[in-house]
């Protein structure tokens, strides 16, 4: 029997117990997987389905093909009881509604905010086996935070109340809810506030506050700077960097490599300065998308990218001279191609 399967997805994520084994086991009996960013048009004429899709690395004309049978995706969504939560400890959640489910730093059971832990259907459409592996997993986060009399707070952002005009954008833009606004007895006057428990030192207030009022330490420039200034995001490129390090990995000449908290962290004062500094090119490396720990750091970075290049010819830097990339942390191969401008 002359059978043809065709899988049109978006992404492609096999998070489950032997699906990556199912997927290989599918190409190899010649089932075809298209990836799209617009989704496929479908249309239905006299009893026959056809679908149109046009290939993301080709970009070339849309292709067609008819079918017999079209199968689509149930689409799941979280229950009423998710809504309460979310409001309550602000905890982010993703485009379904549940509580980062497509985020590999987040699983099996972190949230977006400290001391919060998600399990089962409010994180996903789970199984009860995976639901009580997760139930076991924030149990042990638990243990982790009570073990000590007092919890650690990490490296954090501070906020200076003198500059603060007290507008907010860091309130909304923080993606773990650290930071607030009150009463500063000293300055005799009110600004922002963070809370060191619940901040994680990503960086993002600190590159959306217009006033410039948060600081996070940064890493200070070289007496020599190297010709290329990479920026490593802690959770992703950092981690490939030092798992190149571990294989004696010879870093290329005239490159440096500076590791940032998140790829949200980095700014446009940071790069700036950078080419202030005397480095020829600047390169950005950070998460993939729905992929930040921070949720939309990288997605943050991506933007103030895309905004300096469209500007640096207009103080004489050419704009292929910044650039951001997309890396996780196991694509060691990719960062180790990186080369000098």
Known sequence: MNIEVLFFLNSLQVAERELEEKYREGRKSGVLFFPYNQLPAVRVADKEITVSHKDIFTEGSPGSWTCDF?????????????????RMFNAPSDREGFFSSSNPTALPAESGRKGVFVVGNSRANSSTEESLAEASAAAAGVSVLLAKPEIEAETHATVDPQKCALCLTCVRVCPHSAIDYGEYPEHKRSAARIFDAACIGCGICVGECPARAIE??????????????????????????????????TVPKDVCFVE?????????????????????RVLVLGCHEDACKSIYGNTAAQRRVDYLKKNLPAIGIAADRLEMRRLAASQVERLAAVQPA
């Open 260 to 280: 940032v908290p998140c790829a949200g962290r980095v700014d446009t004062g940071l790069i700036l300065k950078a080419f202030e500094t005397g480095h020829e």
């Open 70 to 86: 079209l199968v689509v995706d149930e689409k799941a969504a979280p229950g009423w009881e998710v809504d309460w939560p979310t």
């Open 216 to 249: 996070l330490t940064t890493p200070a420039p070289e007496e020599k700077p190297a010709k290329t200034l990479v920026l490593c995001c802690k959770r992703s490129a950092q981690q490939a960097r030092e798992t190149l390090a571990a294989h004696k990995w």
